[in-house]
């Protein structure tokens, strides 16, 4: 019987483990509607840093995003300032979104809601929709609906 197990340990040893081949790290993409011109705007909007946008018209209180990003993973983030006649507030802002089809590799409407803010009148649950147009300088124009 010592015949036979020292051929079968040496069968499953030759079986055992085998280290698997090492896979490129490979940064998803953000979720985005599954047609070309969509994904090819996805990758537009995650490249670009928004500076000094207002998504409101304010009257007497001015709210602007000094920066906002748009990341990988559907989620934005801003820092912001909320101006009350002679009192500016800096606060930060974050959130998801999400992405109509684009009607074009460069314009798409944008779900944009808001998770968290330090903003002063702002509330989380805020949601935000924009047609969001990427010119090919990497210039924006952002309307909101």
Not at 29 to 53: C, H, M, T, Y
């Amino acid at each position: 019987m010592s015949r036979m197990v020292l051929p079968l340990v040496l069968v499953l040893a030759a079986c055992g483990p085998k280290e698997a081949p090492v896979q490129p790290v490979v940064e998803a993409g953000p979720q985005v509607p599954d047609d070309a011109s969509s994904r090819r705007f996805g990758e537009k909007l995650v490249a670009l840093e928004v500076i000094n946008w207002s998504p409101t018209d304010g009257g007497a209180v001015q709210f602007v995003y000094n920066t906002l990003s748009f990341l990988r993973d559907n989620t934005w983030r801003a820092d912001a300032n909320v101006s009350i006649l002679d009192e500016e507030v800096a606060c930060m802002e974050t959130g998801t979104w999400a992405m109509d089809p684009a009607q074009s590799d460069n314009t798409a409407a944008v779900d944009m809601t808001v998770d968290k803010t330090s903003c002063p009148g702002r509330e989380a649950g805020t949601r935000l929709r924009i047609e969001a147009t990427i010119l090919p300088d990497g210039s924006y124009k952002f309307m909101v609906h």
